[in-house]
């Protein structure tokens, strides 16, 4: 009977989530997907989102949609608040406890602020839909406020765009936005010139791109800065607020300030009692397992692991593998197999900066401009969940490419805007 099936729960419908519940769909198994949210979103087109390139539903798809034909799967809207190992059960935040045989951790990780998460409320990262929403708000109102502006220097904080830490994510943010000012909005506003508007992109560290081999670095530096970013390196934020931000000892007056410098991992990976790194992440196996619990795998953006000296990456690819093997060593477990010890195939990394501006690395190949936008375009269509959202996101992009339109620049809650009343006399 299907109650006396190994029961597999998974926490966390990301990449590595899903990938894993759908790498059971036909196993001899009960599975349970646990997600505080109902949709799978993919996080690498949320920058998309943030700047109205794409509407959220282009990006996301109910996972219950997804796994309808998973008939040995239960998908749960759930916070999951623990883990007790000992006995094989969870609790979660409805008062339920579930227990499984097997556990797939696969919570991933949100923002790190360094200690200051009074930053969090004037400069939000990037890490779900609702911040996406935000962060898009808060453009197009800093170009609205511009425009009823009377004083040059305060219109002038409200066309410049500080985005913190020049990662991919940010990398991304900068030349997004500023393809934005310069070719979507230039000719709809008659008080002044959006292409004037300042994008700035600050980087602690010695070069954008950090992760990338130098010459990737270089050209994408390059590539910013003819899209209009102007890009500083070796600048530490010492403080934010609402009216900008402070960096080392000068002083950057800014309306909108964006975060893209640091993640740490969920919370959930604490309450294991194992050894975590510095970031929160566990110290899994080889296998990806826990030390001491066979039957329990973290993977994704919440572990750590090292492969040939360096830890592997937190990205797409990197989480999909693991979610596919852990579900390997669950079978090779039910048959009585040894673990496999998990290897990261590492087929590249590309990050888009704009309009044919891209980078990517495959294998030894290292690509740059339409080449390599046109690589990141392919493989991110093909990743997208959904025959639609396909469709819809490629001609989103055509229809950008060629006309330099953004379509989802609805702004739907400017009240909410910091130091503006909450009511509205113009409904």
């Known amino acids: 009977m299907a109650s006396h099936r190994p029961h597999v729960v998974i926490v966390g419908g990301g990449f590595a989530g899903l990938y894993a519940a759908k790498a059971l769909s036909r196993a001899p198994v009960r599975v349970t997907l646990i997600d505080r949210r109902n949709h799978h979103l993919f996080q690498p087109l949320l920058y998309q989102v943030a700047t109205a390139g794409l509407s959220a539903i282009d990006i996301g798809a109910p996972i219950r949609q997804i796994l309808r034909r998973a008939r040995n799967t239960t998908v749960l809207m759930a916070h999951v608040l623990g883990v007790d190992m000992a006995s094989r059960r969870i609790s979660l935040s409805t008062g339920r406890s579930i227990d499984y045989d097997y556990l797939i951790i696969a919570t991933g990780a ?17 890490k779900t839909i609702e911040d996406a929403l935000e962060i898009r ?33 940010g990398a991304e943010l900068a030349g997004a936005v500023a393809e934005l000012a310069r070719h979507t909005l230039v000719r709809e506003f008659r008080r002044f ?40 390196t070796e600048a530490l934020v010492t403080d934010i607020d609402s009216a900008g931000v402070g960096v080392d000892q000068r002083r950057i007056a800014a309306r909108t ?42 993977v994704g953006d919440l572990a750590y692991l ?3 000296g360096q830890p592997i990456p937190g990205i797409a690819p990197a989480a999909i593998q693991q979610g596919r093997h852990a579900v390997r060593n669950i079978r090779r477990h039910l048959s009585g197999k040894p673990l496999e010890t998990f290897r990261y195939r590492d087929r590249g990394s590309m990050a888009t900066l ?32 959904g025959y639609r959202n396909r ?13 330099f339109q953004r379509s989802a620049r609805l702004i739907l809650d400017e009240s909410a805007d910091p130091g503006e009343p909450e009511t509205s006399w113009c409904e």
């Open 110 to 126: 949100s923002h790190s602020y360094f200690g200051h998460g009074d930053w969090q409320r004037v400069a939000p990262g990037l």
């Open 306 to 308: 090292e492969q040939d």
């Open 193 to 232: 010139d959006p292409s004037q508007a300042h994008i700035l992109l600050l980087e602690g560290g010695k070069r954008v791109l950090p992760s990338y081999p130098p010459d990737l670095s270089k050209r994408a530096r390059r590539q910013l800065e003819r899209l209009g970013v102007e890009v500083q």
């Open 354 to 385: 704009g309009r044919s501006a891209a980078v990517a690395e495959i294998g030894r190949l290292h690509l740059s401009g339409l080449p390599a936008w046109l690589s990141w375009l392919c493989i991110h269509i093909f990743f997208l969940i």
């Open 391 to 403: 469709l819809v996101v490629l001609f989103e992009w055509a229809k950008s490419y060629l006309t």
């Open 257 to 298: 300030v964006l975060w893209a410098a640091g993640v740490e991992a969920s919370p959930l990976g604490s309450s294991l009692g194992v050894p975590l790194d510095r970031v929160g992440r566990v110290k899994v196996q080889a296998d990806l397992t826990v030390p001491g619990h066979p039957e329990v795998f973290v």
């Open 137 to 169: 708000r808060r453009i197009l109102v800093a170009f609205e406020r511009a425009e009823m502006e009377e004083d040059a220097i305060a219109r002038q904080a409200w066309l410049t765009f500080v985005v913190i830490g020049a990662g991919p994510t």
